[in-house]
């Protein structure tokens, strides 16, 4: 459950920065909704995710009942721009689960 909520922890800090940019930004409207230009790497870069939490009662036959918590974190990094062979994007989408 740490490493869930440090995941979380760690993909909101990600996120902020790239919330508090312009997104009417020309270098990025080609890419859509969301991309900020970062300066430092010159590249359009988009953050989101989600965080879950569930809690759920299961009866399997012979065991009686269970009951748990379970939670996820799910995020994604989008990087675009141009580079000296063309086109460039990576994706990166780092999960976390417990259940």
């Known amino acids: 459950m740490l490493r869930t909520i440090t995941a979380a922890a760690a993909l909101f800090a990600l996120a902020v920065p ?5 997104k009417t930004d020309p270098r990025c409207s080609q890419y ?3 991309f900020t230009y970062s300066p430092d790497t010159g590249m359009c870069i988009k953050v989101s995710g989600e965080l879950r939490a569930d809690y759920g009662i299961r009866s399997q036959t012979g065991f009686g009942k269970q009951t748990g918590f379970g ?3 799910k995020g994604q990094v989008d990087a675009r721009g141009d ?3 063309g086109a460039f994007r990576a994706v ?3 999960t ?3 259940y």
């Open 32 to 34: 859509g909704e969301g």
């Open 83 to 85: 580079s000296e062979f």
């Open 92 to 94: 990166i989408e780092p």
């Open 96 to 98: 976390a689960r417990k």
């Open 71 to 73: 939670s996820g974190v």
């Open 18 to 22: 790239a919330l508090a940019g312009d």
